[in-house]
Structure formats: C-alpha cells, structure tokens
C-alpha cells in the first residue's frame, strides 16, 4: 500500500484508497532468490532439505526449487566464487537469507544436521539464530513472528 509522508491525512488516506482501487501491475514481486555457490547441487539440496521443498529444474548450472505461493530458490554456479569470511570484512556478506521456524531449537538442531555451522563470534537474538550455510553463506532461522512472545 503506498503511503505518503507529506501533505495532509486526508490526502494521504485518499491516496491510499486510490491504490487499492487500481491495478498493481507495476508493484514488484518477489519471483527467485538466486545464491551463488561453487557447488550448486549440493547447496541447492541442502536448502531442499532445509525447506522441504522438491527441485523442479536441475542441471550443472541451475538448481530451482519452488516453495508456496510460487516464491523460489536457486542456485548457481559461481566460478572462482569465495565464500564470505561474515562477520569479518575480508570477504563480505554477499546475502541474507531470513526463514522462519515454530520451534527455534529444533530448527536450528535440523540445519546443523543437514549441514549448517555456527559463526564464530557472533551471538544469537531472542527470535533468532545465525547460521552459515554449506558455501558459507549466513543466514538466519528466525520464530515465526506469530509465535513471538
């Protein structure tokens, strides 16, 4: 919904009236979030696991998976790609990836054992563990915000 910061409310709750009434045709959807990696099989398959979702397209170059409401994941292959060194700086962070869990504890016990490490030096959130992916990229498990306390 957009919303305005400037002019009067009434202005501004027109406007959003306005928007809801029209076609959102030109608003951004979130289609694939592509990760790359040196091995896309095999960081495909642990994010698979991780979600529970089945690949639909693989290939040496493309590992597609598709989860509800057709959002997706995807990796590809990066050549001479280098793992980021977060939460040092020698090699930044190149994403983030946040997903939600109903039990942080067990989530995170089934990441590690799918693959998952924890960072060095960096210290969970109330709502939500760091872990670094098998190409190491971090990511977070976070409780579902429905779930939060």
Known sequence: MLDVTMGAMSDRAEIRDQTERTDRGDRARLGIAVIDSDDPRALGQFYADLLGWSPEETDDDWFYL????????????????????????????????????????????????????????????????????????????????????
């Open 66 to 149: 598709r989860g509800p409401n057709g959002v997706g994941l995807a990796v590809q292959p990066s050549i001479g790609h280098r793992a980021p060194n977060w939460p040092r700086s020698e090699v930044p962070q190149q994403m983030h990836l946040d997903f939600y869990v109903d039990d942080l504890a067990a989530g995170v016990a089934r990441a590690q054992r799918l693959g998952a490490r924890s960072p060095s030096g960096v210290a969970s959130g109330k709502h939500f563990v760091t872990l670094i992916d098998p190409s190491g990229h971090p990511f977070c498990l976070c409780l579902a915000p429905e779930l939060r306390t």
